[in-house]
């Protein structure tokens, strides 16, 4: 069965500095997508950034980067420059190439920004 | 609409009654998915629609769970006989198929079941 760990419950990063998340995930499967999400206090899930497993190139976003590392089966977030609007809770998820919406979701980082 | 939008934003059931918790999805998306998030947790899945059928429910935790979805719009979660462990957050996504696009995800609807 695919799982995906999110080892850090909490982070905190100062205004304008850079943090990095971490989320590893286990898979037999070599076709997938990953996926950082943002939820705020509003609860709704934002897409922030997602990478194609195929694909070498590390997924980027402005101000968020991800540094995928396939063999080791770690994906994890930068963040550039944070901003006091960056405070949320970031969620790691995972799924397969055709399989359609279903995630399989970390258990998230609560992550706080300090002015 | 512009959005996923869910209903009701927040409901108190006592212990045994049913729910239904309504998820209308964005104009024209095709796929439809229903998540629980169960308090300090991640999301987990419940099922999923394209169109008005339901190729995987294999998340539904119980039979007491049962999800429709009519005219490929609306759909309604229903939670028969609650319990206390049914207490979470249920969020509701849709998206223009099943396996292309990205997930637009609604408010949810948080069940608090006394």
């Known amino acids: 069965a695919q799982t995906v760990t999110q080892s850090q419950p909490e982070m905190s990063v100062q205004e304008a500095e850079t943090v990095t998340l971490s989320c590893t995930y286990d898979t037999s499967e070599s076709d997938y997508y990953l996926f950082w999400y943002k939820q705020p206090p509003s609860r709704q899930m934002i897409l922030v950034i997602r990478?194609?497993?195929?694909?070498?190139q590390n997924a980027t976003e402005n101000r968020f980067s991800v540094n995928f590392q396939k063999a080791a089966k770690s994906f994890s977030l930068k963040i550039s420059d944070s901003q006091l609007g960056d405070a949320a809770m970031y969620f790691c998820?995972?799924?397969?190439?055709?399989?359609?919406?279903?995630?399989?979701f970390g258990q998230g980082t609560e992550l706080s920004v300090k002015p | 609409g512009a959005g996923v939008s869910q209903s009701p934003s927040n409901k108190v059931t006592e212990k045994g009654k049913d729910v239904e918790l309504r998820c209308d999805p964005i104009?024209?998306?095709?796929?439809l998915y229903w998540y629980r998030q169960s308090l300090g947790q991640g999301l987990e899945f419940l099922i999923y629609?394209?169109?008005?059928?339901?190729?995987?429910k294999s998340g539904l935790p119980s039979d007491r769970f049962s999800a429709e979805r009519t005219g490929g719009s609306v759909s309604t979660l229903t939670i028969q006989r609650t319990q206390q462990e049914d207490s979470a957050v249920y969020l509701c996504?849709?998206?223009?198929?099943?396996?292309?696009?990205?997930?637009?995800f609604g408010e949810g609807s948080r069940l608090t079941v006394l």
């Open positions: 629609f394209q169109g008005n059928s339901a190729p995987d």
């Open positions: 990478q194609e497993a195929y694909k070498q």
């Open positions: 998820a995972y799924r397969l190439y055709n399989q359609g919406g279903k995630l399989i």
């Open positions: 996504a849709s998206s223009w198929g099943v396996n292309t696009g990205e997930l637009f």
């Open positions: 104009s024209g998306h095709t796929a």
